[in-house]
């Protein structure tokens, strides 16, 4: 089967092609806020320019034409209202005009499968962190539940405003890693876990106060200390709580070196087992999309073309996983 799945969720425009479990592309074109935060209509102008051609350039790499596809996947949600909308569209003409099948599919579950897949994980706790989620997820009587979350801005944003506030460019998580690298005095940053839920803003807020008067290295190093502390402890907790032994780390900020250490850590200290999603396939991409349209396609059949508008606030846990044994 081979399935294209689309993702415009947030600043990424994607279109991935899977033949059943193998990549064939996996293409994107993300848009770059031209000051301040993003901006969800100029996003969705950005994915409504660029799709045609992302589209062409996936199925070039694919050395596939649009008739050899079998179906269509999208992210239905969560995500930006504008953005949603434009993928939903062109997830729909396509389909039609095609005269194939689609489903649309949740974007956090599709970054915890494709991150399965390609980790060969069987059952994770999953540390998803990006610019617009944080969030530790594990599979638990048939749906995966948020054990934690973030409660104010999530790690990437934070990561985002502080290099913004520093005079660094746009994204700041690379930035902030780099300079960490120089940093060697550890600043007292605030520290808050609750259960398995963190905040980030008033550490953000003390971040950026002490840029007058300590080095931005010492900043940096102290924010991915504590900040990615806080995260282990979260994802410690869950494994805990959830009896699991593996950790499965995705979305943009998987990236990040420090993380990876310390989550590293934590798992050969508990005896567990730490996995990071490839690099081209933890941030926002199609490929997942179309990972997950066709394990829900093959458990559950198409979706109604009634039945596609985006759905913004879809949480994780709302969907019944009908695809894992
Ligand atoms: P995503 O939303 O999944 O596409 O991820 C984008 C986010 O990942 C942005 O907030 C980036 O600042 C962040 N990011 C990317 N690379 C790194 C890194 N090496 N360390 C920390 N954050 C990163
Ligand atoms: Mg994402």
Known sequence: ???????????????????????LANVTDMYTPSGGGIHPREAAEHHSDVCDKVLEDALKEAEIKKEDLDLISFSQGPGLPPCLRTGAVFARSLALSLNIPIV?????????????????????????????????????????????????????????????????????????????????????????VKGMDMSFSGLLTEA????????????????????????????????????KEEVLLTGGVAANKKLQEM??????????????????????????????????????????VEDTSFIQNWRTDDVNVTWSK
């Open 1 to 23: 089967m081979i399935c294209l799945g689309i993702e415009s969720t947030a600043h990424t425009f994607g279109v991935g092609i899977m033949e059943d479990t193998k990549v």
């Open 104 to 192: 649309g599919v949740n974007h956090c579950i599709a970054h915890i499968e494709i991150g399965k897949l390609k980790t060969e994980t069987q059952d994770p706790v999953t540390l998803y962190v990006s610019g617009g989620n944080t969030q530790v997820i594990a599979l638990s009587s048939g749906k995966y539940r948020v054990f934690g979350e973030v409660l104010d801005t999530p790690v990437g944003n934070a990561l985002d405003k502080f290099a913004r506030e520093a005079g660094l460019e746009h994204p700041g998580g690379p930035k902030v890693e780099k300079l960490a690298k120089d940093g060697s005095k550890y600043i007292e940053l605030p520290y808050s």
């Open 208 to 243: 950026m106060r002490k840029l007058d008067d300590e080095r931005l290295e010492d900043i940096c190093h102290s924010l991915q200390e504590t900040m990615f502390a806080m995260l282990t402890e979260a994802v410690e907790r869950a494994m805990a709580h959830a009896g």
């Open 263 to 304: 989550l590293n850590i934590m798992c050969e200290e508990r005896n567990a087992s730490f996995h990071t999603v490839p690099y081209d396939l933890a941030g926002d991409n199609g490929a997942m999309m179309a990972w997950l349209g066709i394990l829900k396609y093959e458990s559950t059949g198409k979706d109604d």
